[in-house]
């Protein structure tokens, strides 16, 4: 089991949380994590891993933060 951290930003928190621990089983990529959040990938604007740029197939570690922030659109 690993745990990690889950920062949701914008839209992505309405009838969700702003940050939450959760444990999964390992191996966990972030497409599988957004997946388990009912997040669609186009629907993902910015990932963030440890405070860094990071990818739908990246594999994640314990102890990891994710932040998941929606496209924006204006004009």
């Known amino acids: 089991m690993m745990t990690i951290t889950i920062k949701l930003f914008a ?8 940050e939450e621990q959760r444990s999964f089983s390992a ?6 994590l957004l ?5 669609a990938v186009e629907e993902l604007g910015v990932l963030m891993i440890n ?3 990071g990818d739908v197939d990246t594999l994640l570690n314990d102890g ?12």
């Open 35 to 39: 997946g388990e959040l009912g997040i």
């Open 11 to 18: 839209q992505f928190r309405i009838d969700r949380f702003k």
């Open 64 to 75: 990891d933060s994710v932040g998941i922030f929606p496209l924006v659109g204006g004009g």
């Open 27 to 32: 191996p966990l990529t972030s497409r599988q």
């Open 51 to 53: 405070g860094r740029h």
